[in-house]
């Protein structure tokens, strides 16, 4: 396998079971996954949903807190049971994980960004997995400014893809891809493979919600592809529930949809 710098996104709809708790059998697979492609050489940044959907959990919440904070407190939960999932299930398979929390003004501010580069690449060179989450606990999203909420993680993992220069942009959700119709809804909906350029029509095809426990939807997942381009990072959306999806991205296989917008210079 042909060794490459790798963001993977995975997010709430892969990691819990729609409010009743963390989906194990997903998280274990998953970091399984990882690590396989991390032993093979590949330097992996894993992007994390989940921490809320976890906390509403562990708190016995009806639902997803509505309240700012409310969400920060659950997040402030749910981190923890992330993190000792992660911590469990990656050393089970090898692999050191450390966290780092993020608000956007710590990749905006020249600082601030400097910093945090020296970290992932302390962390790289100590062979320690960076596990990357929205600081939740203390993002402020009623700041007209939103200078410091990127608002959800699809954003955060290209951006993350940006300044560590990945190569790749892996986001596990719980559809199979972009399709030409919305497959929950339209039987004959056909999966698009490769993406080149983001046309209106490929706008207007990822327009929707994300799940009820998630903040991200397909425009989301559109919308982190062009970003990560501008450093030329391709993206693939693939379904998290699959298994082997996170091997067939990483080797350039069939898989999902990939959004291979800009070549790099």
């Given amino acids: 396998m042909q060794k490459q710098k790798i963001v993977i996104k995975i997010g709430t709809s892969t990691l819990c079971h729609l409010g009743n708790g963390l989906n194990y059998r997903n998280i274990e697979r ?7 492609l991390k032993h093979s050489g590949c330097e992996i940044t894993l992007v994390t949903s989940g921490a809320i959907g976890a906390g509403t959990a562990k708190l016995n919440l009806p639902s997803r ?26 050393s089970e398979y090898g692999v050191t994980a450390g966290q780092i929390l993020l608000n956007k003004e710590d990749t905006n501010r020249p600082s601030s960004r400097e910093s945090l580069l020296g970290t992932f690449n ?6 320690v997995l960076p596990v990357v989450n929205e600081n939740d606990a203390v993002g402020f999203d009623e700041i007209e400014s ?21 190569d790749l942009l892996v986001i596990l959700t719980d559809i199979d891809g972009l399709f030409t119709a919305n497959p929950h809804e339209e ?14 029509r490929i706008l207007e095809l990822a327009g929707g919600a994300g799940s009820a426990f998630g903040t991200g939807g397909m425009a989301t997942k559109v919308k982190a592809a062009m970003i990560a381009a501008e450093t030329g990072c391709n993206t693939v959306i693939v379904n998290g529930a ?19 917008l800009r070549s790099k210079h």
Avoid at 30 to 36: F, H, K, P
Avoid at 72 to 81: E, K, L, M, N, T
């Fill in 30 to 36: 998953v970091c399984r996954e990882i690590a396989d």
């Fill in 65 to 90: 807190p509505t309240g700012l904070r409310e969400k920060q407190a659950v997040a402030s939960v749910g981190q923890s049971v992330l993190m000792h999932a992660y911590d469990k299930f990656f």
């Fill in 122 to 127: 302390a962390m790289f060179a100590l062979g």
């Fill in 146 to 166: 939103d200078t410091r909420v990127f608002g959800d993680n699809d954003t955060l993992s290209a951006v993350v893809a940006g300044f560590t220069c990945a």
């Fill in 187 to 200: 039987p004959d909906a056909q999966l698009i493979a490769r993406v080149t350029e983001v046309t209106p």
């Fill in 242 to 260: 699959v298994p082997g999806n996170l091997y067939r991205a990483a080797q350039g296989l069939p898989a999902g949809t990939l959004f291979e």
